[in-house]
């Protein structure tokens, strides 16, 4: 199974997802998307992908994204997309991409639903074990 993360290792649920993809047994194409930053083609097929506009992935906290004036409800997806591609940490993480989905994984436990074999269970950094649903 072929596996990427857009991953921030500054981010615990980042972390999270990316140990988790690990434990599965994959060895995933880590993308360190702050450093190498997005092309509006990337970004915008991942969006369209998950069937979302940019700002269901819009982040918040910890970002400029009240300064540029993006939490406005007014404000159109192309403004948003445009803000992400100068500011990708304005793009919420983790994003996942296997060949049974693409999701932000917040928690980060939406990752088992992408993976082939996820663990049985896993402790999060915190603390928490957490498990895959069975279906």
């Known amino acids: ?16 997802t990316l140990a988790m993809i690990r434990a599965s047994g994959e060895d995933p194409v880590v993308v360190p998307y702050l ?9 915008y097929g991942l969006l369209t992908a998950m069937d979302v506009g940019p700002r269901a992935v819009l982040r918040d906290k910890g970002t400029p994204a009240a300064e540029l004036g993006l ?6 997806d192309d403004t948003v997309l ?15 991409v296997t060949p049974k989905g693409i999701a932000l994984c917040r928690p980060s436990e939406v990752v088992f639903d992408l993976l082939d ?14 498990r895959p649903t069975i279906p």
């Not at 500054?10 to 972390?15: F, G, K, L, Q």
């Not at 939490?71 to 159109?76: A, M, Q, R, T």
């Not at 074999?117 to 074990?129: L, M, N, R, S």
Request: glycine content about 6%; some cysteine; charged content about 20%.
């Open 1 to 16: 199974m072929s596996v990427t993360i857009y991953h921030n290792p500054d981010c615990e649920t980042s972390r999270n």
């Open 35 to 43: 450093v190498t930053g997005w092309t509006r083609a990337q970004l």
């Open 71 to 76: 939490l406005d409800p007014d404000v159109g």
């Open 82 to 96: 445009e803000a992400m591609l100068t500011h990708p940490i304005l793009v919420n993480r983790p994003i996942v």
């Open 117 to 130: 074999h996820p663990p049985h269970g896993f402790t999060k950094e915190d603390g928490q074990v957490v």
